[in-house]
């Protein structure tokens, strides 16, 4: 294939992934909204548009227009690139994240000249395979905590800095049992491309053979995204808003994408691994994959309106007294299981 015209279709096919993104992260935002207000019995937005379905739009024009704003005393550059780390290292784990077998024909003829879209990988439903795909998912999930650490101390604020250091000892407790917890589902599908994962669990998905490992992972992925009840990074009735605090307009805008991105991260990362990616009878893999990601969502969503947050102490205790004795727990378990059978 012509190096220009492969450079052409895979920036083509980065740039109409992101505007589905982006797009998705918006409406994410506005479902919480909406799901929140049926938990509290009251209504969402729904002025907006018909159904709300506009409030995406209002809520980013409100942003871009509000005063920008930087506290004295604060490091303008790195206040300025903390919500910038936060969003890029929550967009870049999808690169690697199938969501489809194939999403586009082996070959297409443009202009009478054949095209093999198969060669380059063009046809693939992910932006990358790559077979060490697990490795970089959690690499780029690993920097995320520099924007909020970084974020938390350029802003010249007590409660901003306090709410940063709590996330990097958050982040730090529950990478172990994050990391951990997958081990498991590497040793049955033998292999870190995330591709080979979907493709492994054809027959069986890798929850029935791991549910100790996939509650790990989702309890961990809480924490990780900062998501009630693990939350205490902005606790409000103490920190104000934690490492948020000094931020507004579109910075403070920048950090809610990235927050967002993260959760449908972890949700997709999920699916991957233990509910069989795109695998599912009848419909197309692409819809499959849509909506156990977004059951995941949903979930995050509930637990958000239903439980209260923990409190610091116990963050950690569960993290390292219960997530990571259980998570070395069942890599031995299934080891052994794996021997005997």
């Given amino acids: 294939m012509n190096l220009l015209l492969l450079i052409i279709l895979t920036a083509l096919k980065i740039v109409v992934f992101m505007v589905v993104f982006l797009t998705v992260i918006a409406y994410t935002v506005l479902m919480e909204r909406k799901v929140l207000g049926f938990i509290q019995l009251r209504y969402g937005p729904n002025r907006v548009g018909p159904w709300g379905l506009l409030q995406p739009l209002a809520d980013a024009i409100k942003l871009l227009f509000k005063e920008e704003f930087t506290p004295p005393g604060a490091n303008k550059v790195l206040f300025t690139l903390a919500p ?3 969003a890029v290292t929550a967009f870049l784990p999808f690169a690697v994240i199938p969501f489809a077998k ?3 024909p082996q070959t297409i003829t ?3 000249q054949t095209i093999d879209l198969s060669a380059a990988g063009l046809n693939q439903g992910v932006i990358a395979d ?5 490795l970089y998912v959690f690499a780029m999930g690993s920097l995320a905590v520099y924007g909020a650490v970084l974020g938390g101390w350029a802003s010249n604020n007590k409660y901003s800095l306090l709410g940063g250091l709590r996330l990097a000892a958050q982040m730090v407790s529950y990478e172990l049992a994050l990391g951990l917890s997958v081990i498991g589902v590497l040793m049955l599908a033998g292999s870190l491309s995330l591709v080979q994962i979907v493709e492994a669990q054809k027959s069986m998905w890798f929850i029935v053979y791991q549910p100790v490992g996939f509650v790990i992972f989702l309890t961990a992925a809480f924490a990780e995204c900062a998501r009630t009840p693990f939350d205490l ?6 920190l104000v808003a934690g490492y948020q605090t000094e931020y507004s307009s579109m910075k403070y805008g920048v950090f809610m994408l990235g927050e ?3 959760i449908i991260v972890a949700s997709a990362m999920c699916t991957t691994l233990f509910l069989g990616g795109w695998q599912g009878p009848f419909l197309p893999p692409i819809v499959w994959f849509t909506l156990k990601t977004f059951a995941l969502v949903f979930f995050f969503i509930w637990v958000r309106g239903t439980f209260p947050r923990f409190r610091f102490d116990q ?12 998570a070395l727990a069942n890599i031995v378990v299934t080891a052994i299981v794996m021997v005997m059978l």
């Fill in 110 to 112: 443009i202009y009478g």
């Fill in 233 to 238: 990074i902005e606790c409000e009735n103490e």
């Fill in 102 to 104: 194939d999403i586009l």
């Fill in 315 to 326: 963050l950690m205790k569960l993290g390292w007294k219960v997530l990571l004795p259980l």
């Fill in 260 to 262: 967002y991105a993260h």
């Fill in 130 to 134: 790559i077979n060490v795909g697990l």
């Fill in 84 to 86: 910038i780390i936060t």
